[in-house]
């Protein structure tokens, strides 16, 4: 862009902003003629509308030493009892009366006359007068006239008893601009001496009630009103939620007791302090009751964002491991070591310690960061909060890429996955989540000059004056507000928020490591495979154990067939020799059932004994 076309579109904008800040800056830039005495409309003969002079309805009542603001006696010169204003604050959280402070605006149409009044003297009817009016001025002869515009005269009858009493008193509702009020109590026609009152009167908008005649007409309102803005805002938030999802990964990642108690803490406060506000607001933009489910479906459409997954990156520190003796604090075992005779030792005076006493210390360094995939490949790292939440919509969120790597580890327990990092690397990884970072306003986007050339005056100015209108965007917010819609508050916090857009900038993330060698994963690698070989080793020997328990169970079964035989061989020779039964001599003979070679040997004796007869 050029220098004329920078100047231009400078131009623009203070244009821009010069129309959007005059209806605002209107309403308290004093004119011309304001330098002038003002004066009262009786002293310059000026005909003022309305039945009171201003200067009456300006008049406060007499308040009693260490009363609440809005009391003031009753009863003649001699007092005898007191009345006072209360009211109820218009929110729905509040149901108690209050006393009227001094210059309070009164946004509820009720007000109450409280009295605490003894004896007959002051008990009776009164009644209250209340005059609502509009400050304004106007030039007579040169000389500026101020006086009390658009008067409305209200009156209404109370009754004070005896004791403690109070009266209600439903007050004119006024929803389009604040309006002063001034009430005093008459008596017979005559006025209360002190009794006087002043107050601004400014209705809620939340009881202004709606038009509906007919059964039509309320399903018509409640039609245009609730049900159609109530799908667009399901469906609009839904749609933003997915695409906050594609930029951001994740939402600010705060459980649902959190958004809770965020949310009732702040619906409190805005019932609280922001009713008559929020009201206003509701009341001007009817739609905003079925908008209101825009958020609620945009929450509720973070909550589905993807699974986190949880990524170890390892870093081994090989050249930092250590071996130190238990109970050692890393220092030089040898250095402390002496002969008897006193003297430093030498090397060949070196010490032998067994190797059971020493431990190995190895370090590590090890970073876990949560991750998420993204729609279009990869995974992004998002931070959990509200400001990283909002810098990754409007920056790039840091993207992890490990599709380049040649080994995965697995993981199983608080890690899914487990990345090892270049042991000569600083640290395991570097990750900068993407952050919002100040800026001044406006004066950040002064183009650079040039190389030998400056900007000129004028530009500079012009982005002075700019960056100057933007930092007071919270006070002409203040006053557009209120005379828009006389919701100051309202104004200046759009004003607040406008302000913050330009103050902040979003960074980008990143992330980067420096994957291990592969010697290195595969040396882990071979660790793996010869564990898995120990442990088939371990196997095939716990089988031959076996095989050969068998096997020495067969040669000892065999051996003590062959010492039973050659028993029983033994002992038929001595009976032959002998010709004794040895079973009557109490030699018992293995008590084993006979085999077959004690079969075959009995045939053969019994073949003899039958030759011999």
Same mark, same amino acid.
């Given at each position: 862009?050029?220098?004329?076309?920078?100047?231009?579109?400078?131009? %623009?904008?203070?244009?821009?902003?010069?129309?959007?800040?005059?209806?605002? *800056?209107?309403?308290?830039?004093?004119?011309?003629?304001?330098?002038?005495?003002?004066?009262?409309?009786?002293?310059?003969?000026?005909?003022?509308?309305?039945?009171?002079?201003?200067?009456?309805?300006?008049?406060?009542?007499?308040?009693?030493?260490?009363?609440?603001?809005?009391?003031?006696?009753?009863?003649?010169?001699?007092?005898?009892?007191?009345?006072?204003?209360?009211?109820?604050?218009?929110?729905?959280?509040?149901?108690?009366?209050?006393?009227?402070?001094?210059?309070?605006?009164?946004?509820?149409?009720?007000?109450?006359?409280?009295?605490?009044?003894?004896?007959?003297?002051?008990?009776?009817?009164?009644?209250?007068?209340?005059?609502?009016?509009?400050?304004?001025?106007?030039?007579?002869?040169?000389?500026?006239?101020?006086?009390?515009?658009?008067?409305?005269?209200?009156?209404?009858?109370?009754?004070?008893?005896?004791?403690?009493?109070?009266?209600?008193?439903?007050?004119?509702?006024?929803?389009?601009?604040?309006?002063?009020?001034?009430?005093?109590?008459?008596?017979?026609?005559?006025?209360?001496?002190?009794?006087?009152?002043?107050?601004?009167? @400014?209705?809620?908008?939340?009881?202004?009630?709606?038009?509906?005649?007919?059964?039509?007409?309320?399903?018509?309102?409640?039609?245009?009103?609730?049900?159609?803005?109530?799908?667009?805002?399901?469906?609009?938030?839904?749609?933003?939620?997915?695409?906050? /999802?594609?930029?951001?990964?994740?939402?600010?990642?705060?459980?649902?007791?959190?958004?809770?108690?965020?949310?009732?803490?702040?619906?409190?406060?805005?019932?609280?302090?922001?009713?008559?506000?929020?009201? $206003?607001?509701?009341?001007?933009?009817?739609?905003? %009751?079925?908008?209101? *489910?825009?958020?609620?479906?945009?929450?509720?459409?973070?909550?589905?964002?993807?699974?986190?997954?949880?990524?170890?990156?390892?870093? #081994?520190?090989?050249?930092?491991?250590?071996?130190?003796?238990?109970?050692?604090?890393?220092?030089?075992?040898?250095?402390?070591?002496?002969?008897?005779?006193? @003297?430093?030792?030498?090397?060949?005076?070196?010490?032998?310690?067994?190797?059971?006493?020493?431990?190995? @210390?190895?370090?590590?360094?090890?970073?876990?960061?949560?991750?998420?995939?993204?729609?279009?490949?990869?995974? %992004?790292?998002?931070?959990?909060?509200?400001?990283?939440?909002?810098?990754?919509?409007?920056?790039?969120?840091?993207? %992890?890429?490990?599709?380049?790597?040649?080994? #995965?580890?697995?993981?199983?327990?608080?890690?899914?996955? #487990?990345?090892?990092?270049?042991?000569?690397?600083?640290?395991?990884?570097?990750?900068?989540?993407?952050?919002?970072?100040?800026?001044?306003?406006?004066?950040?986007?002064?183009?650079?000059?040039?190389?030998?050339?400056?900007?000129?005056?004028?530009?500079?100015?012009?982005?002075?004056?700019? $960056?100057?209108?933007?930092?007071? *965007?919270?006070?002409?917010?203040?006053?557009?507000?209120?005379?828009?819609?006389?919701?100051?508050?309202?104004?200046?916090?759009?004003?607040?928020?406008? /302000?913050?857009?330009?103050?902040?900038?979003?960074?980008?993330?990143?992330?980067?490591?420096?994957?291990?060698?592969?010697?290195?994963?595969?040396?882990?690698?071979?660790?793996?495979?010869?564990?898995?070989?120990?442990?088939?080793?371990?196997?095939?020997?716990?089988?031959?154990?076996?095989?050969?328990?068998?096997?020495?169970?067969?040669?000892?079964?065999?051996?003590?067939?062959?010492?039973?035989?050659?028993?029983?061989?033994?002992?038929?020779?001595?009976?032959?020799?002998?010709?004794?039964?040895?079973?009557?001599?109490?030699?018992?003979?293995?008590?084993?059932?006979?085999?077959?070679?004690?079969?075959?040997? #009995?045939?053969?004796?019994?073949?003899?004994?039958?030759?011999?007869?």
């Amino acid at each position: 862009m050029n220098r004329g076309a920078t100047v231009a579109a400078v131009s %623009l904008a203070v244009l821009l902003i010069g129309m959007t800040a005059t209806p605002a *800056l209107a309403a308290v830039a004093p004119t011309d003629t304001a330098t002038a005495q003002v004066e009262n409309a009786s002293e310059t003969g000026f005909d003022a509308p309305g039945p009171f002079d201003i200067n009456e309805l300006r008049t406060g009542g007499n308040q009693p030493s260490a009363a609440p603001p809005s009391v003031r006696y009753v009863g003649g010169e001699t007092a005898a009892g007191t009345v006072a204003i209360r009211h109820v604050p218009a929110d729905p959280l509040s149901n108690e009366p209050v006393f009227l402070q001094r210059g309070a605006t009164l946004n509820a149409d009720e007000i109450e006359v409280y009295s605490t009044v003894f004896g007959e003297e002051a008990t009776g009817e009164y009644e209250a007068v209340i005059v609502y009016w509009k400050p304004e001025t106007e030039t007579v002869n040169g000389s500026t006239i101020e006086y009390a515009a658009e008067q409305e005269v209200q009156r209404a009858t109370i009754d004070i008893e005896s004791g403690y009493a109070s009266a209600p008193i439903a007050l004119n509702s006024h929803y389009d601009a604040s309006w002063e009020a001034t009430m005093w109590l008459e008596r017979d026609g005559e006025l209360v001496d002190g009794a006087r009152w002043r107050f601004t009167h @400014e209705s809620a908008p939340a009881s202004q009630q709606v038009q509906i005649e007919t059964q039509a007409d309320a399903w018509w309102y409640a039609f245009t009103t609730v049900l159609i803005p109530g799908i667009a805002g399901i469906i609009g938030g839904l749609s933003g939620a997915k695409a906050t /999802l594609k930029l951001a990964g994740t939402g600010p990642r705060y459980s649902l007791a959190t958004w809770g108690i965020v949310s009732g803490f702040g619906v409190l406060m805005a019932l609280a302090g922001l009713y008559y506000e929020v009201s $206003t607001v509701v009341a001007n933009f009817d739609i905003l %009751l079925g908008l209101s *489910l825009l958020p609620i479906a945009y929450g509720g459409g973070l909550r589905m964002s993807p699974p986190t997954e949880r990524i170890a990156f390892e870093r #081994k520190e090989l050249s930092s491991a250590l071996s130190l003796r238990r109970g050692d604090d890393g220092t030089d075992p040898e250095s402390d070591v002496v002969p008897d005779g006193g @003297e430093t030792a030498t090397a060949s005076d070196r010490i032998e310690i067994p190797d059971e006493g020493y431990h190995d @210390e190895l370090y590590e360094d090890m970073s876990i960061l949560t991750t998420v995939r993204a729609p279009n490949g990869g995974r %992004l790292l998002p931070k959990k909060g509200i400001r990283p939440f909002f810098a990754r919509l409007f920056a790039s969120a840091a993207r %992890l890429d490990l599709s380049d790597l040649r080994t #995965k580890v697995k993981v199983s327990g608080s890690v899914s996955e #487990k990345v090892y990092t270049d042991p000569e690397a600083d640290v395991a990884v570097d990750h900068k989540p993407a952050y919002l970072r100040r800026r001044m306003p406006v004066w950040h986007r002064l183009p650079e000059p040039d190389e030998g050339e400056s900007l000129s005056p004028v530009t500079r100015g012009l982005y002075g004056l700019l $960056t100057a209108a933007t930092l007071a *965007l919270p006070v002409i917010g203040w006053y557009a507000g209120g005379t828009v819609m006389n919701t100051p508050t309202v104004g200046a916090g759009v004003g607040l928020v406008l /302000l913050a857009v330009e103050s902040y900038e979003a960074v980008d993330g990143s992330i980067d490591f420096v994957p291990a060698p592969r010697h290195d994963i595969t040396a882990d690698g071979s660790l793996t495979v010869l564990q898995t070989e120990h442990a088939n080793a371990r196997t095939i020997e716990d089988f031959e154990e076996i095989a050969w328990n068998e096997r020495m169970t067969t040669a000892m079964e065999a051996r003590d067939i062959e010492t039973r035989r050659d028993k029983s061989t033994v002992l038929r020779f001595l009976e032959n020799e002998l010709g004794l039964d040895l079973d009557v001599e109490d030699i018992d003979e293995p008590d084993t059932e006979p085999t077959d070679f004690e079969f075959e040997d #009995k045939g053969r004796r019994d073949a003899a004994e039958g030759d011999d007869d």
